[in-house]
């Protein structure tokens, strides 16, 4: 500082002997106060940065965006592969019931086109012992038939077993012979019998067969065309009933069906009895299938199975080919076979083997059969264990009904009779001869006309 002093004091000296070379007035100044030093000169500036580059031309604005497209909708789910097609539900049973009751009760009063309205028109009626009718045609002239022999017959439902696919019908049928029957007159005569029909629907809901139990030889007995059994009384006729029909349907009952074929598979002569034993009731009753009559108790119905079933077949078999348990039925159809022993009177035993169809019908109670039933045509069985005769030596006498020798005049139902001798009753008459009155009965074995199936 004071080197910067005394430098400011030389310096205003100096200045001041430089101004007395003129006189002045004017006082001098005041010594001027050493100048402050002076700022130190500021930094040469910073470079001033570059300009800044012009900037480049904002890029146009993009276009607005198209509007995005709609995102596309969730697919559809794919549809399921179809189901393979339920079979067709069956047809609710009591409209089967139902079906067959009114078939019955049209072909009561005659209309039997509209009888068969439920019917494929390929149904086969097959009435057993008799060759079966295929189509509703044939089915159709074989009850006009039956009409023309019986033009008053009715018919009644009494209980109808409704097993779904299969209906099982009972029926009263009732009438008065007073027309043609086949080739024979007229006897005046009224029928009543229970038959029984196994009705058995197809998936169209239709008919497509019907088996019916229809025993000729009862019908028979009842016109007086044939006799009836030794010792036993004509089978009586039936009244039509007057009470509505009893419908039994419900599930099957396995274990009566175990039974049923437990039995079945006892049905020898060996074992039967105590299978029976095993399963029958204490009141257990069945009717008899030879006289319709009721049999009553297991021990009756074993003693009277084995006088007469296993006395007369031995070796019998039954095969089942159909059977359904309805509620606390079983029924059953049976194909029964066995050789011929003897047992019916006036039929001799030639170890003839008789073939025949059964329908069985067995009600159950707490797991044991109650009551048992049974149809059966009688000249299906008969006609087994009495063919057709062989026809005579030579020069000997045709017998009734035999087929003639060469060059003599057939007999119709029998033998001509002797010169001078009164033709039998129901004989061809001489050539010549008049008729007699109420001849030409049916030949042993042929059906009489049967009224309309049920």
């Not at 194909?335 to 001799?348: A, C, F, L, S």
Request: proline share 12%; hydrophobic share 40%; net charge negative.
């Amino acid at each position: 500082m004071k080197n910067r002093y005394a430098l400011g004091l030389v310096a205003a000296l100096a200045f001041a002997g430089a101004g007395c070379s003129k006189k002045s007035t004017t006082p001098a100044p005041a010594a001027v106060k050493p100048a402050e030093p002076a700022p130190e000169a500021p930094k040469p500036a910073e470079p001033a940065p570059e300009a800044p580059k012009p900037a480049e031309p904002a890029p146009e604005a993009p276009k607005p965006a198209e509007p995005a497209p709609e995102a596309p909708k969730p697919a559809e789910p794919a549809p399921e592969a179809p189901k393979p097609a339920e079979p067709a539900p069956e047809a609710p049973a009591t409209d089967r019931a139902a079906a067959v009751i009114r078939g019955i009760e049209l072909a009561s009063q005659g209309k039997y086109d509209e009888s068969l309205a439920d019917w494929a028109d390929t149904a086969v009626w097959h009435s057993v012992g008799r060759p079966e009718l295929v189509g509703k045609a044939a089915i159709l002239a074989e009850m006009a038939e039956g009409r023309k022999a019986f033009p008053d017959l009715q018919l009644k439902p009494t209980w109808i077993f409704d097993a779904g696919e299969t209906v099982v019908a009972i029926t009263v049928l009732r009438g008065t012979n007073s027309g043609p029957l086949g080739t024979a007159p007229a006897t005046g005569k009224t029928v009543g019998i229970e038959t029984a029909v196994v009705f058995h629907f197809g998936a169209d809901g239709k008919v497509d067969r019907a088996t019916e139990f229809f025993d000729e030889q009862k019908v028979a007995a009842q016109l007086g065309v044939i006799p009836g059994a030794e010792g036993q009384p004509v089978p009586p006729v039936l009244e039509l009933p007057t009470a509505e029909p009893t419908i039994v349907k419900g599930a099957a009952n396995e274990a009566n069906l175990v039974t049923a074929k437990a039995i079945m598979d006892a049905f020898k002569k060996d074992t039967f009895a105590a299978k029976l034993r095993e399963t029958l009731t204490a009141d257990f009753t069945m009717t008899d299938p030879m006289t319709g009559g009721t049999i009553a108790g297991a021990e009756a119905s074993i003693t009277a199975l084995e006088k007469g079933l296993f006395a007369m077949w031995p070796d019998y078999s039954g095969t089942a080919t159909w059977t359904g348990s309805v509620g606390e039925w079983v029924i059953t159809v049976l194909d029964n076979q066995g050789t011929y022993k003897g047992g019916i009177p006036g039929v001799e035993a030639k170890d003839q083997v008789s073939k025949f169809k059964s329908l069985d019908l067995m009600l159950y109670e707490g797991g044991k059969v109650k009551t048992y039933k049974s149809f059966a045509n009688g000249m299906e069985i008969m006609a087994a264990l009495m063919p057709a005769p062989a026809a005579p030596a030579e020069g000997e006498k045709p017998a009734e009904g035999a087929a003639p020798a060469e060059g003599e005049k057939p007999a119709e139902g029998a033998a001509a009779p002797a010169a001078g001798e009164k033709p039998a009753e129901g004989a061809a008459p001489a050539e010549g001869e008049k008729p007699a009155e109420g001849a030409a009965a049916p030949a042993a074995g042929e059906k009489p006309a049967e009224g309309a199936p049920q």
